[in-house]
Protein backbone atom coordinates (compact mmCIF):
# COMPACT_ATOMS: atom_id res chain seq x y z
CA UNK A 1 0.00 0.00 0.00
CA UNK A 2 1.22 3.54 -0.78
CA UNK A 3 2.83 4.80 2.54
CA UNK A 4 0.57 8.26 2.40
CA UNK A 5 -2.59 6.11 1.40
CA UNK A 6 -1.88 4.06 4.51
CA UNK A 7 -0.86 6.97 6.98
CA UNK A 8 -4.83 8.94 5.62
CA UNK A 9 -6.20 5.70 6.84
CA UNK A 10 -5.04 5.35 10.22
CA UNK A 11 -5.57 9.06 10.79
CA UNK A 12 -9.21 8.62 9.39
CA UNK A 13 -9.49 5.40 11.78
CA UNK A 14 -8.27 7.30 14.83
CA UNK A 15 -10.23 9.98 13.84
CA UNK A 16 -13.48 7.84 13.94
CA UNK A 17 -12.22 6.05 17.01
CA UNK A 18 -12.41 9.48 19.02
CA UNK A 19 -15.74 10.64 17.74
CA UNK A 20 -17.60 7.21 18.24
CA UNK A 21 -15.98 7.57 22.09
CA UNK A 22 -17.54 10.95 22.13
CA UNK A 23 -20.78 10.14 20.76
CA UNK A 24 -21.00 7.18 22.73
CA UNK A 25 -20.12 9.29 25.78
CA UNK A 26 -23.10 11.80 24.81
CA UNK A 27 -25.56 9.26 24.98
CA UNK A 28 -26.40 8.95 28.10
CA UNK A 29 -28.76 12.61 27.55
CA UNK A 30 -30.51 10.84 24.95
CA UNK A 31 -34.04 10.39 23.92
CA UNK A 32 -33.45 6.81 23.45
CA UNK A 33 -36.39 5.61 20.88
CA UNK A 34 -37.92 1.93 21.71
CA UNK A 35 -38.88 0.50 18.38
CA UNK A 36 -36.76 1.61 16.12
CA UNK A 37 -37.45 0.19 12.32
CA UNK A 38 -34.83 -0.13 9.81
CA UNK A 39 -34.52 -1.04 6.00
CA UNK A 40 -31.48 -2.73 5.30
CA UNK A 41 -30.44 -1.50 1.78
CA UNK A 42 -27.67 -1.57 -0.09
CA UNK A 43 -25.89 -5.35 -0.24
CA UNK A 44 -26.29 -5.53 -3.45
CA UNK A 45 -24.48 -2.04 -4.66
CA UNK A 46 -21.70 -2.75 -1.35
CA UNK A 47 -20.78 -6.31 -3.14
CA UNK A 48 -20.39 -4.42 -6.24
CA UNK A 49 -18.79 -1.55 -4.90
CA UNK A 50 -16.50 -3.87 -2.95
CA UNK A 51 -15.45 -6.12 -5.47
CA UNK A 52 -16.97 -9.49 -4.79
CA UNK A 53 -17.85 -11.68 -7.43
CA UNK A 54 -21.23 -12.82 -6.19
CA UNK A 55 -23.86 -10.05 -4.95
CA UNK A 56 -25.17 -12.94 -2.53
CA UNK A 57 -21.79 -12.36 -0.85
CA UNK A 58 -23.02 -8.45 0.13
CA UNK A 59 -26.24 -9.64 1.37
CA UNK A 60 -23.97 -12.77 3.99
CA UNK A 61 -22.25 -9.52 4.86
CA UNK A 62 -25.49 -7.46 5.51
CA UNK A 63 -26.34 -10.66 7.58
CA UNK A 64 -23.70 -10.55 9.83
CA UNK A 65 -23.98 -6.44 10.44
CA UNK A 66 -27.74 -7.28 11.78
CA UNK A 67 -25.51 -9.04 14.61
CA UNK A 68 -23.08 -6.43 15.44
CA UNK A 69 -26.41 -3.63 15.30
CA UNK A 70 -28.48 -5.90 17.50
CA UNK A 71 -25.59 -5.76 20.34
CA UNK A 72 -26.01 -1.55 19.69
CA UNK A 73 -29.47 -1.70 20.48
CA UNK A 74 -28.84 -3.44 23.76
CA UNK A 75 -26.54 -1.24 24.75
CA UNK A 76 -28.44 1.54 24.34
CA UNK A 77 -31.49 0.26 26.09
CA UNK A 78 -33.83 0.12 22.19
CA UNK A 79 -36.63 -2.50 22.92
CA UNK A 80 -38.29 -3.40 19.58
CA UNK A 81 -36.17 -3.55 16.40
CA UNK A 82 -38.18 -4.25 12.93
CA UNK A 83 -35.91 -4.73 9.97
CA UNK A 84 -36.87 -5.24 6.22
CA UNK A 85 -34.75 -7.87 4.78
CA UNK A 86 -36.86 -8.86 1.68
CA UNK A 87 -39.74 -7.81 -0.23
CA UNK A 88 -42.66 -9.14 -2.02
CA UNK A 89 -41.01 -7.07 -4.96
CA UNK A 90 -37.43 -8.68 -4.42
CA UNK A 91 -39.30 -12.09 -5.62
CA UNK A 92 -38.70 -10.10 -9.02
CA UNK A 93 -35.02 -10.50 -9.04
CA UNK A 94 -33.23 -13.48 -10.62
CA UNK A 95 -34.24 -16.84 -9.69
CA UNK A 96 -30.52 -17.40 -8.25
CA UNK A 97 -30.23 -14.41 -6.27
CA UNK A 98 -34.01 -14.88 -4.76
CA UNK A 99 -32.74 -18.76 -3.98
CA UNK A 100 -29.58 -16.92 -1.89
CA UNK A 101 -31.26 -14.75 0.03
CA UNK A 102 -34.17 -17.08 0.85
CA UNK A 103 -31.01 -19.71 1.41
CA UNK A 104 -29.19 -17.30 4.18
CA UNK A 105 -32.58 -16.01 5.71
CA UNK A 106 -32.89 -19.89 5.83
CA UNK A 107 -30.13 -20.67 7.52
CA UNK A 108 -29.55 -17.30 9.84
CA UNK A 109 -33.25 -18.13 11.15
CA UNK A 110 -31.93 -21.88 11.84
CA UNK A 111 -29.13 -20.27 13.50
CA UNK A 112 -31.09 -18.02 16.25
CA UNK A 113 -32.60 -21.31 17.69
CA UNK A 114 -29.35 -21.92 19.20
CA UNK A 115 -27.26 -18.54 19.34
CA UNK A 116 -26.63 -18.67 23.28
CA UNK A 117 -27.08 -15.04 23.24
CA UNK A 118 -30.30 -14.76 21.92
CA UNK A 119 -31.48 -17.10 24.74
CA UNK A 120 -29.54 -15.05 27.13
CA UNK A 121 -30.67 -11.94 26.02
CA UNK A 122 -34.53 -12.78 26.10
CA UNK A 123 -34.86 -11.81 22.43
CA UNK A 124 -38.35 -12.58 21.17
CA UNK A 125 -38.44 -13.00 17.14
CA UNK A 126 -41.53 -12.49 15.10
CA UNK A 127 -41.53 -12.42 11.67
CA UNK A 128 -43.71 -9.72 9.65
CA UNK A 129 -44.97 -10.48 5.55
CA UNK A 130 -46.71 -13.02 3.92
CA UNK A 131 -44.72 -16.33 5.35
CA UNK A 132 -47.18 -18.71 2.94
CA UNK A 133 -44.98 -17.61 -0.24
CA UNK A 134 -41.85 -18.63 0.95
CA UNK A 135 -40.46 -22.11 0.51
CA UNK A 136 -41.47 -24.53 2.78
CA UNK A 137 -38.28 -25.04 4.67
CA UNK A 138 -37.83 -21.56 5.33
CA UNK A 139 -41.51 -21.14 6.60
CA UNK A 140 -40.25 -24.32 8.87
CA UNK A 141 -37.62 -22.62 9.56
CA UNK A 142 -39.41 -19.37 11.13
CA UNK A 143 -41.75 -21.37 12.91
CA UNK A 144 -38.80 -22.51 15.07
CA UNK A 145 -37.32 -19.12 15.53
CA UNK A 146 -40.44 -18.14 16.60
CA UNK A 147 -41.75 -21.22 18.74
CA UNK A 148 -38.00 -21.58 20.90
CA UNK A 149 -38.60 -17.59 21.94
CA UNK A 150 -41.99 -17.00 21.87
CA UNK A 151 -42.13 -16.59 25.81
CA UNK A 152 -39.15 -13.81 26.04
CA UNK A 153 -40.35 -10.22 26.51
CA UNK A 154 -36.93 -8.65 26.76
CA UNK A 155 -36.23 -7.67 23.53
CA UNK A 156 -38.40 -8.18 20.25
CA UNK A 157 -36.95 -8.68 16.81
CA UNK A 158 -39.34 -8.37 14.00
CA UNK A 159 -38.48 -9.45 10.70
CA UNK A 160 -40.12 -8.20 7.94
CA UNK A 161 -39.81 -10.88 5.07
CA UNK A 162 -42.22 -11.53 2.42
CA UNK A 163 -43.82 -8.17 3.75
CA UNK A 164 -45.17 -5.46 1.30
CA UNK A 165 -47.11 -2.13 3.19
CA UNK A 166 -49.81 -1.96 1.24
CA UNK A 167 -50.25 -5.80 1.49
CA UNK A 168 -50.18 -5.61 5.26
CA UNK A 169 -52.71 -3.52 5.33
CA UNK A 170 -55.23 -5.12 2.89
CA UNK A 171 -54.73 -8.72 5.12
CA UNK A 172 -55.81 -6.23 8.01
CA UNK A 173 -58.57 -4.57 6.55
CA UNK A 174 -59.31 -8.42 5.42
CA UNK A 175 -59.21 -9.65 8.91
CA UNK A 176 -61.72 -6.88 10.74
CA UNK A 177 -63.98 -7.62 8.05
CA UNK A 178 -63.71 -11.52 8.34
CA UNK A 179 -63.98 -11.16 12.09
CA UNK A 180 -66.93 -8.40 12.06
CA UNK A 181 -69.37 -10.95 9.42
CA UNK A 182 -68.66 -14.07 11.57
CA UNK A 183 -70.19 -12.01 14.10
CA UNK A 184 -73.63 -11.41 12.20
CA UNK A 185 -72.89 -7.73 11.80
CA UNK A 186 -73.87 -6.17 8.44
CA UNK A 187 -71.75 -3.78 6.48
CA UNK A 188 -73.30 -0.60 7.32
CA UNK A 189 -72.97 -1.37 10.53
CA UNK A 190 -69.50 -2.59 9.76
CA UNK A 191 -68.43 0.78 8.14
CA UNK A 192 -69.94 2.68 11.05
CA UNK A 193 -67.99 1.39 13.76
CA UNK A 194 -64.73 1.06 11.70
CA UNK A 195 -62.11 3.13 13.40
CA UNK A 196 -58.04 2.65 14.01
CA UNK A 197 -58.19 0.31 16.92
CA UNK A 198 -60.27 -2.14 15.03
CA UNK A 199 -57.46 -2.67 11.97
CA UNK A 200 -54.58 -2.24 14.20
CA UNK A 201 -55.17 -5.16 15.96
CA UNK A 202 -55.17 -6.85 12.91
CA UNK A 203 -51.35 -5.56 12.32
CA UNK A 204 -48.11 -7.57 12.03
CA UNK A 205 -47.29 -5.47 14.74
CA UNK A 206 -50.41 -5.72 16.61
CA UNK A 207 -49.72 -4.64 20.41
CA UNK A 208 -46.64 -3.28 20.34
CA UNK A 209 -45.89 0.41 19.67
CA UNK A 210 -45.29 2.13 16.42
CA UNK A 211 -41.45 2.51 15.65
CA UNK A 212 -40.55 6.08 17.01
CA UNK A 213 -37.74 6.01 14.39
CA UNK A 214 -37.40 4.34 10.83
CA UNK A 215 -33.37 4.09 9.44
CA UNK A 216 -32.48 3.74 5.90
CA UNK A 217 -29.10 2.88 4.41
CA UNK A 218 -27.72 3.24 1.21
CA UNK A 219 -28.51 6.96 0.38
CA UNK A 220 -32.18 6.14 -1.17
CA UNK A 221 -34.56 8.50 0.36
CA UNK A 222 -37.98 6.64 0.37
CA UNK A 223 -40.15 4.09 2.57
CA UNK A 224 -40.95 1.92 -0.54
CA UNK A 225 -44.03 0.79 1.62
CA UNK A 226 -42.13 -0.59 5.10
CA UNK A 227 -44.84 -0.43 8.21
CA UNK A 228 -46.90 2.44 6.31
CA UNK A 229 -49.41 2.36 9.06
CA UNK A 230 -47.33 2.57 11.83
CA UNK A 231 -44.99 5.29 10.42
CA UNK A 232 -47.52 8.09 10.18
CA UNK A 233 -45.90 9.76 13.41
CA UNK A 234 -41.84 7.98 13.15
CA UNK A 235 -39.24 10.41 12.72
CA UNK A 236 -37.24 9.14 9.58
CA UNK A 237 -33.25 9.03 9.05
CA UNK A 238 -31.40 8.46 5.96
CA UNK A 239 -28.19 7.50 5.71
CA UNK A 240 -25.80 7.16 2.36
CA UNK A 241 -24.05 4.35 3.88
CA UNK A 242 -24.73 0.90 2.36
CA UNK A 243 -25.65 -1.41 4.71
CA UNK A 244 -22.96 -4.14 4.88
CA UNK A 245 -20.82 -0.61 5.95
CA UNK A 246 -22.97 0.56 8.46
CA UNK A 247 -21.15 1.48 11.65
CA UNK A 248 -21.74 2.32 14.89
CA UNK A 249 -21.35 6.12 14.22
CA UNK A 250 -24.06 6.03 11.65
CA UNK A 251 -26.19 4.13 14.48
CA UNK A 252 -25.53 6.70 17.18
CA UNK A 253 -25.81 9.66 14.50
CA UNK A 254 -29.28 8.73 13.72
CA UNK A 255 -29.83 8.64 17.80
CA UNK A 256 -28.54 11.36 18.37
CA UNK A 257 -30.71 13.36 15.47
CA UNK A 258 -33.39 11.31 16.28
CA UNK A 259 -33.17 12.96 20.11
CA UNK A 260 -32.45 16.32 18.85
CA UNK A 261 -36.19 16.22 17.24
CA UNK A 262 -39.48 17.57 18.93
CA UNK A 263 -42.14 15.38 18.14
CA UNK A 264 -45.34 17.09 17.82
CA UNK A 265 -47.87 13.94 16.96
CA UNK A 266 -49.21 16.51 13.98
CA UNK A 267 -50.20 18.97 16.97
Known sequence: MNP???LKNLIERRFYELYQ????SEAGTWNIPKHIGVILDGNRRYAKASGLDNVIKGHYEGADKLEEVLH???ELGVE???IWIFSLDNFNRADDEVEGIL???ERKMRELVTIKGLHKNQIKVRA???IERLPQSLQEAIKQAEEATKDYDNFILNV???YGGREEIIEAFRGHLNAESKSGKDINEIADELSVDKISQYLYTS???DPELIIRTSGEVRLSGFLLWQSVYSEFYFCDTYWPSFRKIDFLRAIRDYSHRKRRFGK
Open 207 to 209: NLP
Open 4 to 6: LKH
Open 103 to 105: GLI
Open 72 to 74: WCD
Open 160 to 162: AVA
Open 128 to 130: MGQ
Open 21 to 24: KQLE
Open 80 to 82: IFS
